[in-house]
Structure formats: C-alpha cells, structure tokens
C-alpha cells in the first residue's frame, strides 16, 4: 500500500468544542508505517481500531494514559488527502 505524509508542519489554533478553551494544534510529517498518532505533554495514542474507546456522538481513542475526543472530522481529512502517516501534537 502507498504511504504518505505532509510535506511541512501545520499549526492550528481554536477553541476546543468541549472545553470552550484555547488549544493548539501541530501537524507534524511522520515516517513511513507511523500511522496516525495524537500526543498530548509527551503521551501518545495511535488512531486505530484497537484504541477505539466509544463512538457515542464523537469517536474518542484512547489507552491507559490518554484519551481523544472527537477526532473523526481530522481523521476524515487526513484520508481525504491520502495522508496515512502524520503525527499531531495537542495542548
């Protein structure tokens, strides 16, 4: 399977849809068969399958140190652009 990522980093600011506070977000390129990982303060999840934690009104993955809300419009995108490899840092 072809495999790619962005060519350069991507920031992002807004307010969180849940939180109502300011977040950040970067965009980052990823190596090849790094798949699509969200960190937060050093911890990471990956987006897959397997870390699927609930899909009741948002998609939230998670493991034991760190849970994700809401990521199905980014991920959309992301496959939408043909980009199956990126890493994205959040505040």
């Given at each position: 399977?072809?495999?790619?990522?962005i060519n350069k980093e991507v920031k992002i600011s807004g307010i969180?849809?849940?939180s109502g506070k300011k977040v950040?977000?970067?965009?980052?390129?990823?190596?090849?068969?790094?798949?699509?990982?969200?960190?937060?303060?050093?911890?990471?999840v990956s987006a897959n399958y397997k870390n699927i934690i609930?899909?009741?009104r948002r998609t939230i993955i998670g493991n034991n140190?760190?849970?994700i809300h809401t990521v199905e419009h980014l991920m959309?995108?992301?496959y939408f652009r043909n980009i199956s490899n990126a890493n994205?840092?959040?505040?």
């Open positions: 399977m072809k495999q790619s990522t969180g849809l849940y950040n977000l970067k965009i980052r390129p990823a190596e090849i068969d790094n798949g699509i990982t969200f960190s937060i303060k050093g911890k990471t609930n899909t009741n140190n760190l849970e959309s995108a992301l994205i840092q959040m505040d």
